[in-house]
């Protein structure tokens, strides 16, 4: 099955009330994990990409392990995505590359550090989607900042300065129709990495009535909630209990994404949770079996343990079950409808 644009995937999503996990990769096992799960719950899939990914991995690797996703998976719908962009270069490099589906986060100034103004964001955001929706491609906007850094990417804003950045709704209404995103990414209290909430959050700190209020003024608009790994207390346990030093912390429940998913949240960015599921295992087979030195040995279990995760989560989000049901459309195809 061919690469799909974001757009087609987020609109069936859109149409049947389900969530979609963006599950982000560096290298061959991370793809393996996500298709392996997609296999056993019949999902659709979101393959996304960091600037940091794509320098560690190189876009060829990433391109080709994808398109061998595509090709062992005849069944699956896949988008391949770029996760972050701070640039129109950064987006272009990424169209050029087969990418389906670009972010261009210009919430943050081209550093990828600090905050920009309204102006520069709807600015570049616009040239993007320009230049992507010409060819197809579908683009994902941000408005408002996430806390915390994950890949160089994330405003490295504290839990509370991150509340001072949340996305304010009139922005948001303003910056959808300057701009013409396919998926808008809002700031809800949430930060990038696995240090995002000090207890469980409350809905204090996790701004889930934000969503509902942007839902409402922007109904056809597909949400994307950024750092909403979870970081499950049974993954910190296990990298802990084998040599690992994580502190205590909180992620953002999967009830909580749920009812984002209730109320427009369409793609649901999940990267720590699977960090930590590979960190543990491997950390596993290490404090167990120090005499072993096969990369399979300990590779394997991590792509297991990454596997499992994905799962659970395309099984909360609501994508199982409709990978056979997405309305197949590439980027070519998908010109004439943006141009429309
Ligand atoms: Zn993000």
Redesign the pocket.
Same mark, same amino acid.
């Given at each position: 099955m061919p690469l799909i644009p974001l757009r087609v995937l987020l609109d069936h999503a859109a149409e049947n009330g389900y969530g979609v996990a963006a599950l982000n990769v560096n290298n061959m096992e991370q793809i393996q994990a996500i298709m392996l799960a997609a296999q056993e719950t019949d999902s659709p899939v979101i393959i996304q990409a960091s600037r940091g990914a794509r320098k560690y991995s190189n876009d060829n690797y990433l391109r080709h392990l994808i398109l061998a996703a595509a090709e062992l998976n005849p069944t699956i719908p896949i988008v391949m995505h770029l996760? !972050?962009g701070n640039s129109l270069a950064t987006c272009q490099s990424a169209i050029d590359n087969g990418f389906t589906s670009v972010m261009m986060?210009g919430s943050l100034s081209e550093d990828g550090k600090v905050p920009s103004d309204y102006a520069y964001n709807a600015e570049v955001t616009e040239q993007v989607v320009n230049a992507a929706h010409a060819v197809g491609v579908s683009v994902e906007g941000e408005i408002g900042a996430?806390g915390g850094i994950?890949d160089g !990417? =994330?405003a490295g804003l504290s839990e509370e300065e991150a509340q001072e950045h949340l996305t304010d709704p009139d922005q948001a209404e303003k910056f959808v129709a300057d701009t013409g995103v396919d998926a808008l990414?809002v700031a809800i209290g949430t930060s990038?990495g696995a240090y995002k909430f000090k207890k469980k959050p409350t809905g204090e700190v996790l701004k889930m009535d934000l969503i509902e209020e942007i839902h409402r003024r922007l109904p056809n608009t597909h949400i994307v909630m950024? =750092?909403s790994s979870s970081v499950p207390q049974e993954l910190q346990d296990i990298i802990n209990q084998y040599g690992g030093q994580m502190a205590q912390t909180y992620g953002v429940p999967v009830e909580e994404i749920q009812r984002g998913i209730r109320n427009g949240v369409r793609k649901v960015?999940v990267d720590t949770d699977n960090r930590m599921a590979i960190t543990g295992a491997i950390r596993k087979v290490f404090s167990e079996t120090p005499e072993a030195f096969d990369p399979r040995k300990y590779l394997g279990p991590a792509r297991e343990a990454m596997k499992e995760v994905c799962k659970a989560r395309m099984i909360a989000f609501g994508q199982a079950g409709h990978a056979g049901e997405i309305p197949i459309k590439t980027c070519s195809e998908m010109i004439d409808f943006y141009a429309g």
């Open positions: 996760d !972050h986060d996430l994950e !990417h =994330g990414a990038h950024h =750092g960015n």
